[in-house]
């Protein structure tokens, strides 16, 4: 059974400052997502990593992806308070089609 | 990025009821959708994988006779909650793949009084 963990699950930074989001999983995967959730909403999608060494950026936000290791990144580049929200990666595995979601990481950012 | 829409987008109901909500993908036709179900402070779980044109998947632990999948065409899919009780209210969330994107809908929040 595919096991997605992601770390930290809370996250309480200041603007201005970087961090760094984990997302480690327990099987072979040929895909893997980050979604945003904002309170009362749905997800959004933000980044979608295909292969090893896969690296994508979105404003404040870079995704990466290290298959050997089972593991990826969302790096926050000078945060921001719009950042505010919950942040969920989602694994699917080289042999299926459903998605398992890591545990999700709410991140706050204080002025 | 493609669009998918969900029917209704909030709903109350007394306990013993049925509530159906629809999912749509709007611009692209989706094969495969899938439903989830998200309790407060949580993550989204897996409930059920709808194919068109044929019998959903459920994953273990999920009463298909409780929670009805109907996928009638390649851009619409139906839940139905049958004789909900106030433990199945929760936000359900609809997903549709469009190559290597999974869309999510806005979400339904169901409350069963």
């Known amino acids: 059974e595919l096991k997605v963990e992601q770390n930290p699950l809370f996250l309480s930074m200041q603007e201005g400052k970087n961090y760094t989001i984990y997302c480690n999983y327990s099987?072979?995967?040929?895909?893997l997502y980050w979604y945003r959730q904002d309170p009362g909403k749905s997800l959004e999608s933000l980044f979608v990593?295909?292969?090893?060494?896969a690296v994508k950026q979105e404003g404040r936000l870079m995704a990466s992806l290290d298959t050997k290791a089972r593991l990826s990144t969302l790096h926050i580049t000078a945060a921001v308070h719009d950042l505010s929200a919950t942040y969920f990666c989602?694994?699917?595995?080289?042999?299926?089609?459903?998605?398992?979601f890591g545990e999700g990481t709410q991140l706050t950012v204080n002025p | 990025g493609a669009v998918v829409s969900q029917h209704p987008s909030r709903v109350i109901c007394k306990s013993g009821t049925s509530v159906k909500i629809e999912c749509r993908s709007l611009?692209?036709?989706?094969?495969?959708m899938f439903w989830y179900r998200q309790f407060p402070k949580q993550s989204l779980m897996l409930m059920a994988t709808?194919?068109?044109?044929?019998?959903?998947?459920?994953e273990q632990g999920v009463e298909k006779d409780k929670f009805l999948i109907n996928h009638a065409s390649l851009t619409l899919s139906t839940l139905t909650v049958t004789s909900a009780h106030p433990e199945d209210s929760s936000f359900y969330i609809c997903?549709?793949?469009?190559?290597?994107?999974?869309?999510f809908g806005p979400g339904t929040r169901l409350t069963v009084l």
């Open positions: 611009d692209f036709q989706a094969t495969t």
């Open positions: 099987t072979t995967s040929d895909r």
């Open positions: 709808s194919n068109e044109g044929s019998k959903a998947t459920y």
């Open positions: 990593l295909l292969s090893n060494g």
């Open positions: 997903s549709a793949r469009e190559t290597t994107q999974q869309f």
């Open positions: 989602a694994v699917r595995e080289t042999s299926g089609s459903r998605l398992t």
